[in-house]
T-cell receptor, first 118, second 114 residues
Framework: EAQVTQNPRYLITVTGKKLTVTCSQN?????MSWYRQDPGLGLRQIYY???????DKGDVPEGYKVSRKEKRNFPLILESPSPNQTSLYFC?????????????????FGPGTRLTVL | AQSVAQPEDQVNVAEGNPLTVKCTYS??????LFWYVQYPNRGLQFLLK??????LVKGSYGFEAEFNKSQTSFHLKKPSALVSDSALYFC????????????FGSGTRLQVQP
């Protein structure tokens, strides 16, 4: 089954304790992205990746890191979490047609990770 | 900068009645427009998208949306609502180039009453 998976689904942690949220897709998508969802704000992009070893900042990158060492995986790293990073996090992926700046491909989302930082 | 507005926090309709969830957008360039639905404790599920061509787009579960360039709107519609349509609906826009970030509206909760 084609899907985007995230782990863990739920996490409660304390301020300053490093954590990683994993994201994996089995659709051979080039493009992957992380979003956070907060009430009344919709989803906002944190980081994205166009391909292996190619990552860049989204709208709200502060306090987050990412890596893209393999095509299927795109982990989100919080080196020193703070309470304002309490949120619902979504990973998404899509194709990105090679050789073209245009892409009509739909982004598919994982089930979400609910993070609470105390 | 691109933005999306969903002016209604909640829409209530009776089962069997038509429903409309409103969305307006602002973007400089050619917009790609999307609707996603989120059920409780679930991720976002893709419903439909407008890229180019026919202004009326048909999607999953009987939903459709009409792209109106002059009004910069992309309202979601369904002729006959079901109780199972009750969920949170998000409109999103992105450009056809660049970092392809989806900009989402704040969401509209659809409540369909039996």
């Amino acid at each position: 089954e084609a899907q985007v998976t995230q782990n863990p689904r739920y996490l409660i942690t304390v301020t300053g304790k490093k954590l990683t949220v994993t994201c994996s897709q089995n659709m051979n998508h080039e493009y992957m992205s992380w979003y956070r969802q907060d009430p009344g704000l919709g989803l906002r992009q944190i980081y994205y990746s166009m391909n292996v070893e190619v990552t860049d900042k989204g709208d709200v990158p502060e306090g987050y890191k990412v890596s893209r060492k393999e095509k299927r995986n795109f982990p989100l790293i919080l080196e020193s979490p703070s309470p304002n990073q309490t949120s619902l996090y979504f990973c998404a992926s899509s194709f990105l047609r090679t050789g073209s700046t245009r892409s009509t491909d739909t982004q598919y989302f994982g089930p979400g990770t609910r993070l609470t930082v105390l | 900068a691109q933005s999306v507005a969903q002016p209604e926090d909640q829409v209530n309709v009776a089962e069997g009645n038509p429903l409309t969830v409103k969305c307006t957008y602002s973007v400089s360039g050619n917009p790609y427009l999307f609707w996603y639905v989120q059920y409780p404790n679930r991720g976002l599920q893709f419903l439909l998208k407008y890229i180019t061509g026919d202004n009326l787009v048909k999607g999953s579960y009987g939903f459709e949306a009409e792209f109106n360039k002059s009004q910069t709107s992309f309202h979601l519609k369904k002729p006959s609502a079901l109780v199972s349509d009750s969920a949170l609906y998000f409109c999103a826009v992105r450009l056809d180039t660049g970092r392809r970030a989806l900009t989402f509206g704040s969401g509209t909760r659809l409540q369909v009453q039996p």
